[in-house]
């Protein structure tokens, strides 16, 4: 296999959507803990909302360029199979979490008595859930510990990348940078 194949990096819109959320799930993990921890954070509750809700679409599209691209090629060098299961259960939960934590912060936050919540471009997503305070709170509760569990496997995920890119040598961040 030529040097070329070996360093083949990913598609330019998986690039993107890719840094794209790195940045927008920084985001809402950061304002997730301060509203969590009872800071005012102002407008920023609307836009951890729409940023979250943001994710979600991007997962999907994420998903659907993954089935219809061709990935680099090889995988990496020297993976061991436990490392490669290891890797697509935390990319598994990884967009399992960020498809089903914004639905469950929608539902939660139109269950404690928000009717619409604000969007971007004054768009506002639709009422799921008729008001239940007792009921938005509970699911308040999962959506905390769920974006706790999300903001482990994004730990988790930057962990494995260092350790490919600084162990394994394999150049795996410069094929995340670059086509």
Same mark, same amino acid.
């Not at 090889?74 to 697509?88: C, D, F, I, N, T």
């Given at each position: 296999?030529?040097?070329?194949?070996?360093?083949?990096?990913?598609?330019?819109?998986?690039?993107? &959507?890719?840094?794209?959320?790195? &940045?927008?799930?920084?985001?809402?993990? $950061?304002?997730?803990? !301060?509203?969590?921890?009872?800071?005012?954070?102002?407008?920023?509750?609307?836009?951890?909302?729409?940023?979250?809700? #943001?994710?979600?679409?991007?997962?999907?599209?994420?998903?659907?360029?993954?089935?219809?691209?061709?990935?680099?090629?090889?995988?990496?060098?020297?993976?061991?199979?436990?490392?490669? #299961?290891?890797?697509? $259960?935390?990319?598994? !939960?990884?967009?399992?979490?960020?498809?089903?934590?914004?639905?469950?912060?929608?539902?939660?936050?139109?269950?404690?008595?928000?009717?619409?919540?604000?969007?971007?471009?004054?768009?506002? !997503?639709?009422? $799921?859930?008729?008001?239940?305070?007792?009921?938005?709170?509970?699911?308040?509760?999962?959506?905390?510990?769920?974006?706790?569990?999300?903001?482990? !496997?994004?730990?988790?995920? &930057?962990?494995?990348?260092?350790?490919?890119?600084?162990?394994?040598?394999?150049?795996? $961040?410069?094929?995340?940078?670059?086509?």
């Amino acid at each position: 296999m030529s040097e070329q194949e070996v360093t083949r990096g990913y598609s330019f819109p998986m690039r993107l &959507i890719h840094w794209v959320m790195a &940045i927008m799930m920084l985001y809402v993990i $950061i304002v997730g803990i !301060l509203m969590g921890n009872d800071f005012k954070v102002g407008k920023h509750y609307d836009y951890h909302r729409a940023t979250g809700f #943001l994710l979600m679409l991007l997962v999907i599209i994420r998903v659907i360029i993954a089935k219809l691209s061709k990935p680099p090629v090889p995988k990496h060098v020297g993976e061991k199979s436990m490392q490669q #299961l290891a890797a697509r $259960i935390v990319h598994g !939960l990884l967009y399992a979490g960020l498809f089903i934590q914004p639905f469950l912060g929608w539902y939660a936050t139109n269950a404690w008595g928000f009717k619409n919540i604000p969007f971007f471009f004054g768009m506002t !997503l639709p009422r $799921i859930a008729e008001k239940d305070r007792e009921w938005g709170n509970q699911l308040l509760e999962y959506h905390h510990y769920l974006g706790l569990f999300i903001a482990l !496997l994004v730990v988790m995920h &930057i962990g494995a990348a260092l350790m490919h890119q600084f162990v394994f040598k394999d150049n795996l $961040i410069k094929r995340m940078i670059k086509t």
